[in-house]
């Protein structure tokens, strides 16, 4: 079966079936949000009692139309193509739903540092394709969110710093030519955790020095996790229909379990570096973020398929580079649905036609005691609503895991000055790791949440990555990375390994900085390999993610299961913007 057969047989496969019925009526336009504050509680109430028809968590404006049929809460982009294709919804009036909806509910969570001023623009040229039948593919007229480390030619990116707050950079990262092409419209751009979480020993997460700081939109005085804080939180307050975030480890994976949506760590080099703010080529990785895995397995096969030019890092194998069209919408619709990259494999089938059952499925439960007695009695609950699906869940712990912690930021240290010279050396203001490391000294900006930028520099002394030692560690890494999962997976005959994938979300306080000691996300980063986290239930009202994680280049597996996961879970809710629910107690 060709490829692109392939892609649209997942995208039926993954459809959830009649479009969900609800009122979203979002409020005035204006220009670019995001200057940082803290969340007042009279601001939350507000948002929490607007909360109309729908999921719950909403708000809702009776002074503007409503876009009748759907619910932007829970309605997924195949749905949405299909309101476009029979003429009752336009990229147009959806692009300026989720507008309305960051005006009204972003100066609340300090998600979204600025929407893009030709969102509109894009949107009336996907409205012409789809009148004309000449749509592009599952992402023409769909409003993505940018992860403010991608590169975009038209917004400043920024990293969260304002050493890079001036000239945007000359080009568009590929992954953003590739949405572009798809017929995406770029609603704007997402706060983080500046630099990804790579400057200070103690960070608070979602903090950064051009936004602020990002609030978790289940209870506001609680941290989003990071670094890609504020793809995750807008996806969760339902500020766009999809996001990219970035990860090196967990980058991606714990904001998404923290915010209660889905977050798709791909495999190593699926989807290019090129023109991402990087800490090492070795790990990097751009991904798709959603509140349903249909949603990010479509964004991933657009994302897919380039040939990675990040420093340092490895080509794609030949073959995988496919232009953005070809194929069909669901019913026989013209427009093509991308590259079939990590999608395009035979086993898929099966997985996605299976969708409702679990049956046959072996999953490995990691549970990481460590994150807490409640975590560990959401474990619980999901292992016995998977073994009631028909799954077979065993026990397992991954070796190795020690090992790897003692390695991991020794290596990244060396590969983070090498990437960081080579990206600066591209834009206009600091030019290296040592002048960045002075204008963080300089500029008390930088020094409100917190001071530090340790791990800056303790990369400038690090050895280069021509030194034997670096070499060697970083050989070791990839070799006990790999076998953790390899052997796991293999000793088990397990089809994923599963683990919690986030404690319940921390308070954020900038003087005692993050409480993040999570380590599910290590072995499949280091490894390469693929990840995908998913809503499992709740602590306190916070959300908790069950973390999937599959073999060497296994996506199309993994985004199957997780679908069969998610369905069989349930535990997607919307965020209540509760004010507190008390001190940290679950840890």
Not at 134 to 155: A, S
Request: hydrophobic content about 40%; some cysteine; charged content about 15%.
């Amino acid at each position: 079966m060709g490829k692109t057969s392939v892609v649209a047989t997942l995208a039926a496969a993954l459809a959830t079936g009649s479009l969900l019925t609800g009122l979203t009526s979002p409020t005035a336009l204006t220009g670019p949000t995001g200057s940082a504050g803290s969340a007042g509680a009279p601001h939350a109430r507000a948002v929490a009692a607007a909360a109309g028809s729908g999921s719950g968590g909403s708000p809702q404006s009776a002074d503007a139309p409503p876009v009748p049929g759907v619910d932007l809460d829970t309605v997924t982009i195949l749905e949405l193509q299909d309101r476009m294709a029979d003429g009752s919804l336009t990229p147009s009036a959806l692009t300026t739903a989720y507008l309305r909806r960051i005006k009204a509910i972003n100066p609340t969570i300090h998600a979204v540092l600025r929407t893009d001023p030709t969102a509109l623009r894009q949107a009336a040229a996907s409205d012409a394709r789809h009148r004309h039948g000449d749509t592009r593919g599952p992402l023409d007229g769909i409003p993505v969110l940018l992860k403010d480390n991608v590169n975009t030619r038209d917004m400043p990116t920024t990293a969260g710093s304002s050493a890079l707050a001036g000239t945007p950079p000359d080009t568009d990262a590929p992954l953003v030519t590739r949405l572009r092409d798809a017929g995406a419209v770029i609603l704007g751009k997402t706060n983080l955790s500046e630099w990804a979480n790579f400057r200070a020993a103690k960070p608070t997460s979602g903090w950064s020095a051009v936004g602020g700081q990002t609030h978790n939109p289940f209870v506001l005085d609680r941290n989003p996790c990071g670094s890609s804080s504020g793809s995750a939180a807008a996806l969760a307050a339902s500020l766009s229909q999809v996001a990219i975030g970035t990860e090196t480890d967990g980058s991606i994976v714990c904001p998404a379990g923290m915010n209660g949506v889905v977050g798709h760590k791909p495999s190593h080099g699926l989807v290019s570096q090129a023109g991402v703010v990087p800490i090492s080529a070795e790990q990097d990785t751009a991904g798709p973020m959603a509140r349903n895995v249909t949603d990010a397995a479509l964004t991933l096969s657009v994302l897919s398929g380039g040939e990675a030019s990040h420093p340092g890092g490895t080509a794609l194998p030949r073959g995988t580079s496919h232009p953005a069209g070809g194929g069909s919408l669901p019913g026989g619709r013209s427009g093509g649905f991308g590259p079939a990259g990590p999608l395009g494999s035979p086993d898929l089938l099966g997985e996605l036609t299976h969708r409702g059952s679990l049956r046959g499925k072996r999953i490995g439960l990691w549970r990481l005691p460590s994150l807490g007695l409640e975590v560990d009695a959401v474990m619980t609950r999901t292992a016995e609503k998977l073994r009631t699906a028909g799954a077979e869940v065993v026990e397992v712990t991954p070796p190795y895991q020690q090992r790897l912690a003692e390695l991991e930021f020794p290596a990244l240290y060396s590969e983070f000055h090498r990437d960081i010279d080579a990206y600066l050396a591209t834009r206009h203001g600091p030019r290296n790791l040592a002048a960045l490391i002075d204008f963080h000294r300089t500029h008390p900006a930088e020094r409100t949440c917190f001071a530090g930028q340790e791990l800056f520099e303790r990369a400038l002394v690090a050895p280069p990555t021509t030194d034997p030692a670096y070499r060697a560690k970083r050989a070791e890494l990839k070799d006990l990375s790999r076998r953790s999962m390899d052997e796991t997976l293999s000793a088990h005959h397990l089809d994923a390994i599963a683990a919690p994938t986030n404690p319940p979300a921390w308070t954020t306080d900038c003087a005692r900085g993050d409480n993040d000691v999570i380590p599910s996300s290590t072995p499949a980063a280091v490894a390469g390999y693929p990840s995908l986290s998913v809503p499992a239930g709740f602590v306190n009202k916070l959300p908790v993610g069950l973390l999937l994680m599959a073999g060497d280049h296994q996506d199309a597996a993994l985004l199957s299961l997780g679908a069969m996961v998610q369905h069989r879970l349930d535990a997607w809710r919307a965020p209540g913007y509760l004010p507190s629910v008390g001190p940290d107690t679950s840890r």
